[in-house]
Each structure stands twice: as C-alpha cells, then as structure tokens.
C-alpha cells in the first residue's frame, strides 16, 4: 500500500492483479486498485473531477480524466473516509498510476488538488 497526505486529505492505494480478467496472449492485462480517501482536516471536503497518469512498461503513457470516481462525488465529512475499487487495463504486465483528486472544501467553496501517490501495477509472475 502507497499513501500520501495533501492539505489533511490521506490518499491510498491497494492494488491486486486480476489473472481471471487478463489475457496475456492478447496483451491485455487487467489490474484492480482500492483506493481510501481519509479526511483528517476540520471542515467537510467534496471530490469533484480526477486526473490520472497511467503508464504501461513498454512506453505507452494515458491521461484519463473526469468528474468524481465511479460515478459519484462524494462528501467526505471530517475524521470520515470514502472507499472505492476500480480498475485499469495495461498491454503489458508492468505499469504504474498516479494522479490527483480535485477537492471542493464546503465551507468557502475553496477548490484544491490532492496528490494521487503514483502505484505499480505488476503481475505477480515478474516480481519472480
């Protein structure tokens, strides 16, 4: 797991290899990632657009970018936390993710980013 804090919002990440989803003859591999969004600050926080950077190994670099995650934008109140799974498709077995959150602070409507700590992506048979 990866984390990082930005403004008293703590980012991490968790990241499982999905071999039932991937199929390597094609150069199709498929991760998940969990991501925790804690907001350790005094006043309620929403998440309003992402941005990621997602790098595959043989050089390949995409940008995806978009309102909330998973469909939602979600508020996330002091001292609480919001969960969620989502997933990435590399052509290659290695990768890796970064990116940031754009936050909306409730109380005066002041918009700030949080760092998304960058993440590999690596099917377990490579790290043999």
Same mark, same amino acid.
């Given at each position: 797991?990866?984390?990082? %804090?930005?403004?008293?919002?703590?980012?991490?990440?968790?990241? !499982?290899?999905?071999?039932?989803?991937?199929?390597?003859?094609?150069?199709? &591999?498929?991760?998940?990632?969990?991501?925790?969004?804690?907001?350790?600050?005094?006043?309620?926080?929403?998440?309003?657009?992402?941005?990621?950077? %997602? &790098?595959?190994?043989?050089?390949?670099?995409?940008?995806?970018?978009?309102?909330?995650?998973?469909? !939602?934008?979600?508020?996330?109140?002091?001292?609480?936390?919001?969960?969620?799974?989502?997933?990435?498709?590399?052509?290659?077995?290695?990768?890796?993710?970064?990116?940031?959150?754009?936050? !909306?602070?409730?109380?005066?409507?002041?918009? &700030?980013?949080?760092? %998304?700590?960058? &993440?590999?992506?690596?099917?377990?048979?490579? !790290?043999?």
């Amino acid at each position: 797991m990866v984390n990082t %804090i930005t403004e008293g919002v703590k980012v991490s990440v968790e990241t !499982l290899y999905q071999q039932e989803y991937s199929n390597p003859a094609n150069e199709h &591999f498929m991760f998940a990632y969990k991501v925790t969004i804690e907001n350790m600050t005094g006043y309620a926080v929403q998440l309003m657009r992402r941005r990621w950077d %997602i &790098f595959d190994s043989n050089g390949v670099h995409r940008e995806v970018e978009g309102e909330g995650v998973v469909g !939602l934008q979600p508020v996330i109140e002091p001292g609480d936390q919001h969960e969620y799974v989502s997933g990435c498709n590399l052509k290659t077995e290695m990768g890796s993710m970064k990116g940031e959150y754009q936050m !909306l602070r409730l109380l005066d409507n002041h918009e &700030f980013d949080v760092k %998304i700590p960058e &993440f590999h992506l690596i099917a377990p048979y490579k !790290l043999n």
